[in-house]
């Protein structure tokens, strides 16, 4: 079982931003699982059995996002296989299925979008991975206790309610039979 599998089932907004955070702590750190060990697991208030499995699932993303590249920059295959399903979701949603209430959400958001993805140019991602991109931007600008501009801000709090229905949807569609949780 995974350390986020929780997250996984329940938000998988929550759950992609969490592997983020993750992915990077493991590059702020070298990658190296005794500094891990001191800033992430020798902390925790847990039995020996659980912080052996923590111990064990971070190595297992370290040994992941070493096989897979990722030392400098990406995300792990599995992040990337829920962000495709997102974007196809967000399709679905908006374009086949004209959902009133998520497609006004997402007009509420698409100006944040819109100028992200002016700015990423050849390089911008779809409009959800946009979102995603925005919202932990914002939490590391303010982990970094900088400042976030009023208009970045609303920006960020419409994707984020964005995000939010669309995790709603995917936790239903989860649901479905024949739909596996990988």
């Known amino acids: 079982m995974g350390l986020l599998d929780d997250k996984k089932r329940d938000n998988i907004a929550s759950y992609v931003i969490s592997m983020w955070h993750i992915e990077d702590l493991m590059r702020a750190n070298d990658f190296d699982m005794d500094k891990l060990e001191e800033l992430l697991i020798a902390p925790m208030d847990a039995d020996e059995k659980v912080r052996a499995e923590v111990r064990g699932w971070y190595a297992g993303v370290v040994t992941r996002m ?44 698409e100006p944040g979008i819109t100028a992200l993805q002016r700015q990423a140019d050849e390089n911008a991602d ?39 229905r669309l995790s709603q949807h995917y936790k239903q569609m989860r649901k479905l039979p024949g739909i596996s949780m990988n």
């Open 126 to 164: 779809g409009p959800i991975t946009t979102c995603f991109t925005a919202i932990y931007g914002v939490m590391v600008l303010r982990a970094r206790e900088q400042a976030v501009s009023e208009s970045t801000a609303e920006a960020e709090q419409h994707m984020r309610k964005l995000l939010e």
């Open 66 to 109: 070493k096989e897979q590249g990722l030392q400098v920059r990406g995300h792990l295959s599995e992040v990337e296989e829920v962000l495709t399903e997102l974007e196809y979701l967000h399709t679905t949603l908006h374009d086949v299925l004209n959902d009133s209430e998520y497609d006004q959400l997402y007009a509420a958001a």
